[in-house]
């Protein structure tokens, strides 16, 4: 409401003959309006003050088309995703393709994401700087700007209510040569902070553009996953028929261990299926490599049933299975008065997890204060551990490749020991394990993108 007294009494102020009534109206919005990502009103009052407004019924209308173009972009979408299920058949190499590719689309969007948003906060923050600025100098800039008009030989244009337009004015009076001398300096900066302003305004909207087409695309990629998620699953469940009960199984005979060296122990001993993929991984030889090296030609193949390279002389290769930033490093304070034995990092709510590496699932489920665990077995006496999803997509027993999307992160974290910290973002907690032992990580994360394998 203050908002509209102050351009009520610029307008009698003008009517009076102390101001150019355009000026006054001018800096009363200039200075009055907030930024337009700011101006949502409640509901219930734009439905009261747009019933009748025909540009209302405009937008109405608008809005309405546009809801039904995306009602028919996901009908598209979804026949689309039943013709290419159907194509890709029981073909199991075409489906991990489909699932890696979709599963790197999902990520690399989740990036960009992540890097307008923090690209957008300083512009936001200098955005709202600058406007309280110019509202602080609202009296200066109204004498400024009255001086200008009534020296020139030109009035400004009628109705100035956008900063672009306040920018034009004094803009055109100094061209004109109607600044005296003493007030050039203030009409300069004022210029400058408008122009800033314009030019802020359009690289937010530039940005938040740009951020609402990666935002559509997530989406339809991760509808895209979410049906091929489905499909592998499937595809699993008519394999290996006993698979539900597997799981309960396993669940069950989790809650008689208490810690994770004593969790896999007992998955491949007692639980048939990931015994016979503990059993697969121990008969498995190395990989061969290539003049001493790793064949990453070998991650190539979607069809392969057994690890590409040796987890040993895969260092340097592996990605973070999710896009995240590191909270807590190995060997570090765990925030419990523990030390830390592996890594944490914050995500994005709903974010993809993928593997970080080739290897059997030997454990998918809750786990005492970890959330939802995941236990692969890399071959070699290694194995992984990832816990803090909220959802867990693969089965007991299941062979998952590089890069192969097998959890979904909540909204909030998980694990116990990142809840005591009040953490505002979910976590996720990784942990390399060779022959029972925490061992330190670092070495087989990818240096930088270039270097990290995908399958």
Not at 35 to 40: K, S
Not at 90 to 108: F, H, M, P
Not at 150 to 161: D, K, N
Not at 425 to 435: G, M, N, T
Request: proline share 5%; with cysteine; glycine share 8%.
């Amino acid at each position: 409401m203050h908002h509209r007294r102050d351009i009520v009494s610029y307008l009698r102020a003008a009517r009076r003959g102390w101001l150019p009534t355009a000026l006054s109206l001018s800096i009363a919005m200039l200075a009055a309006t907030p930024p337009a990502h700011a101006q949502a009103a409640p509901q219930e009052q734009q439905a009261a003050v747009t019933t009748a407004s025909p540009d209302a019924i405009k937008q109405r209308e608008q809005e309405l088309e546009a809801a039904r173009e995306q009602q028919r972009k996901a009908t598209e979408l979804q026949e689309k995703l039943k013709a290419d299920i159907a194509a890709i058949g029981q073909d199991r190499s075409k489906l991990n393709q489909q699932l890696i590719d979709i599963a790197g689309q999902v990520r690399s969007v989740e990036t960009r994401i992540a890097d307008a948003e923090t690209r957008l906060q300083p512009l936001d923050g200098r955005e709202r700087d600058i406007r309280a600025s110019l509202d602080s100098r609202r009296a200066e800039i109204i004498e400024v700007l009255a001086a200008l008009q009534r020296a020139g030989r030109r009035t400004p244009p009628a109705l100035l209510v956008r900063p672009e337009d306040a920018l034009q004015s004094l803009r055109t009076a100094m061209l004109l040569g109607a600044v005296v001398p003493e007030l050039r300096g203030r009409a300069e900066k004022l210029a400058s902070d408008l122009g800033e302003l314009v030019a802020l305004r359009k690289t937010i909207s530039t940005e938040r553009d740009a951020l609402a087409r990666d935002r559509d695309k997530l989406k339809e990629d991760q509808t895209r996953l979410t049906a091929l998620v489905d499909e592998r699953q499937r595809q699993q469940a008519a394999a290996e028929k006993d698979m539900a009960a597997e799981g309960t199984r396993a669940i069950a005979l989790s809650k008689q261990v208490g810690d994770l060296q004593g969790l896999i122990a007992k998955m491949e001993q007692d639980l048939k299926s990931a015994a016979k993929a503990a059993a697969t991984a121990n008969l498995q030889g190395a990989p061969a490599t290539v003049n001493g090296k790793p064949n990453l030609d070998a991650f190539k193949n979607p069809a392969r049933m057994s690890p590409a390279v040796a987890f040993a002389s895969a260092k340097g290769l592996f990605s973070y299975p999710v896009n995240g930033s590191k909270i807590r490093d190995f060997g570090g304070s765990d925030g419990a008065g523990g030390v830390q034995k592996g890594i944490s990092l914050a995500t994005k709510a709903g974010a993809q997890v993928t593997t970080p590496c080739d290897g059997w699932v030997v454990y998918a489920g809750p786990f005492r204060s970890y959330g939802q665990l995941l236990i692969l077995n890399a071959g070699g006496g290694y194995h992984v551990l990832i816990a803090g999803m909220e959802h867990i997509s693969v089965n007991i027993g299941q062979f998952v490749l590089t890069g192969e999307p097998v959890a979904t992160m909540g909204s909030t974290s998980q694990v116990a020991s990142i809840l005591a910290t009040n953490a505002s973002q979910p976590v996720l907690y990784v942990e390399f394990r060779k022959d029972g032992t925490p061992i330190d990580p670092g070495p087989w994360w990818a240096a930088n993108e270039g270097e990290k394998v995908r399958g």
